[in-house]
């Protein structure tokens, strides 16, 4: 199919994060914040994301398989120009937890691509020359800026809405060989870049909120971000007086996967404590005597000394009524649940998993054991 691709990529990263090779959870911290804003940003303007490329993000527009559909190359300028203005929240974010600031760059072109499906999980990628292309073109923008390939270019340009954007051409565009250069435009809104409307807060509010369809325009909609961010503190509130209770332990051996996850239930007011050695996590647990303590357990299936099997059954000798999920990259559902006692489904998750489906599995099994859990605190 032919659609449109976005590449989002930090800029000396690397460099960053060298002050940081100590603190694991430093490191992760810094890259989810960056990460997860963009990849809902993304979505907000109906982009499906296909990886996490460490410091960059990789996404297409099923939209725009049409290219007649002016309203669908709207969107994709809209959100590359929601990701920019995005560029002072995101760093408020990042120094209000002691982080270095990011810079980034945005590339998209548009050509045809391969949609390929994994076998084992509902995972997507994309393979072709305009994914090559729109990478490569990436390191052209300026910081905090965007670049489109000529092949996007000649599409937007006859559409009505380009009046409200300034295009120029980058002299020299992009070499392929054979004196062959593809032609690379800037692009840049000419909309009020003044983004004071949209303070850390609403950021904070737009990893939470199910209405996140509601914010298209960043600096524009300051009133309605400020309403859709009292209902989201109202629900919490809500939330947090029928969670505050609720004790998770998370084991998993990668640093930056436990903080997402971390973070992912952090965020929805649940007390969560993490571990990326197994072994520690089974001291801790039998510490606080877990039967009446943890209301949930969240294993990694692959860890070193101690792998997520061997703690699922240790813990379930211990304390048989505490509850155990497992999240795994291995496709061995079938397998766990045929051999775990009281494990189903409903208690496996497969890696790498969106925050949404996530939250969702975690409240499901915790939702399905309230009663369990009313007894196990009385």
């Known amino acids: 199919m032919n659609c449109c691709i976005g590449f989002v990529d930090m800029v000396n990263s690397t460099k960053a994060i060298a002050e940081m090779v100590s603190d694991p959870h430093k490191m992760g911290k810094y890259y989810a914040i960056f990460i997860n804003t963009m990849a809902i940003l993304a979505r907000n303007y109906g982009a499906k994301i296909i990886k996490n490329a460490g410091d960059a993000l990789i996404f297409y527009f099923p939209e725009t398989s049409d290219s007649s559909n002016e309203g669908a190359f709207k969107e994709i300028l809209e959100c590359f120009t929601t990701m920019i203005l995005a560029h002072d929240i995101i760093n408020r974010k990042l120094h209000s937890e002691n982080l270095p600031s990011v810079s980034y760059r945005i590339s998209a072109d548009y050509g045809r691509v391969e949609v390929a499906t994994s076998t084992s999980s509902k995972g997507e990628d994309l393979f072709g020359s305009a994914m090559n292309i729109c990478a490569k073109i990436n390191s052209m923008a300026e910081l905090n800026g965007i670049v489109l390939g000529g092949n996007l270019y000649q599409i937007i340009k006859s559409f009505s809405f380009i009046k409200g954007y300034e295009f120029r051409e980058l002299r020299g565009g992009y070499s392929m060989g054979f004196n062959h250069k593809y032609p690379v435009y800037t692009a840049l809104s000419n909309i009020n870049n003044n983004t004071d409307g949209l303070n850390i807060n609403n950021i904070n509010h737009l990893f939470r909120s199910n209405e996140i369809s509601k914010i298209k325009d960043i600096g524009a909609k300051q009133q309605s971000s400020q309403l859709l961010l009292q209902e989201s503190q109202q629900k919490q509130q809500q939330q947090q007086q029928q969670r505050y209770t609720t004790n998770i332990m998370i084991v998993d051996d990668e640093p930056d996967t436990l903080f997402t996850y971390e973070w992912f239930l952090s965020e929805e007011g649940y007390n969560v404590e993490g571990f990326t050695d197994p072994q520690e996590a089974l001291k801790r647990f039998v510490q606080l005597e877990a039967s009446s303590y943890y209301q949930l357990v969240l294993l990694d299936i692959r860890m070193p000394r101690l792998n997520g ?8 000798a211990i304390s048989p009524d505490t509850k155990i999920m497992f999240c795994s990259a291995l496709d061995i559902a079938k397998e766990l ?33 309230n009663h369990h859990f009313e007894s196990s605190s009385a």
């Open 337 to 369: 649940v045929s051999i775990l006692h009281d494990v189903n489904y409903d208690f496996i998750i497969r890696k790498p998993v969106e925050r949404e489906y996530f939250i969702n599995k975690i409240n499901s099994a915790l939702n399905n054991s």
């Open 309 to 316: 099997l061997q703690l699922f059954n240790t813990i379930k």
